[in-house]
């Protein structure tokens, strides 16, 4: 039986993958690329989560042996500010479509270029 | 419909394969390898008592230097791609008494405790990019407040540069001191704050990469939200 952080995590990446294979809206391709991202650090949290442990913050009562796995939780930290990073970039392409082509439809903007 | 339906399909069967993938990770396990090291030596390597900052910081520095060459770049980006000769705010209604005035008296504090955040990285949870990210949202609060507020752009421009520049000098200086780059010079030579470890004065040089990361995670998205929310103005 699949525990069911990982089938969120799971489901959550499939959401995203479905908006970016079917929908015609940029905005809600990005939508969707943003879902599959949070899928994704959801997945790595719970890959390092120790059961009954507390957070790896080695307070009064908390020691070496009572935390959880550190690693992930770093490295979603950098993949958060680059899924910020990347959507940022993305959101200002989709204003200068629409700027350009007056849409936002993809099909669309692909009958327009040329 | 034939589209949606065969989109649909193909997902369950790439999420059959995904769970039969992870059916193979237990969860809940203890199956820590490099990380139980972490936990066992932070408090002596780096002085922090946060495990997560530190090997953010620390042990795993050139990830966050990565991390924010990456942030920088999409800051110069949408910077580049939005560039206009003539752009400004747009926005025709002030916000209502209420927002306004809620705004003024609300932004210090947040300003304040993105400041907390950035500074006891190694302490509490959060670090230089959650408290970055808390000062750029005082700035889009005052953004959507008042429809003539802009950042001081000078100001902002040189911040960047200056403590993105600082980050990699600090990790210059330990290449000097110790013969790798981030070498952490500050608790593995002086040892400051050695008796003082879980508050203020402790950590080595995180709290100073902190306060870097922050102020220019801070600056880099007010940077964004400007450029995000100015428009073209047709003369």
New interface residues.
Partial sequence: M??V???GA??L??IG??AV??KKNLLKILIGLSIMETGVNL?LV??????GKS?????EGIG?AQ?V???P??LV??A???G???T??A???A??LHEKYGTLNVEEIRRLRG | MLKRALAIISLLIIGYWLAQGLAGVPFGEDKMLVGQYYLDHVKEQTGAVNAVTAIVVNYRGFDTLGEVTVLFIASTGVGALLWRKKRERTAKTEGSIVLTTGTRLLVPFVMLFGVYIFIHGHLTPGGGFPGGATIATAFLLLYMAFITYEIPHKAFEKTEGIVGMAYVLVGLIGLAIGGYFLYDWIWQDWKFGADNIGRLFSGGFIPIIYTIIGLKVGTELSGIIDNMLKEEVSE
Wanted: proline share 6%.
């Fill in positions: 699949i525990s952080y990982y089938f799971i489901t990446i499939l993958l479905y294979l079917v997945l719970s890959v390092g989560y120790v059961a957070a790896p913050i080695l307070s070496p935390a796995d550190p690693i939780q770093a930290l950098t958060i500010v680059i910020v990073a990347t940022a970039m959101l200002s392409v204003i200068i």
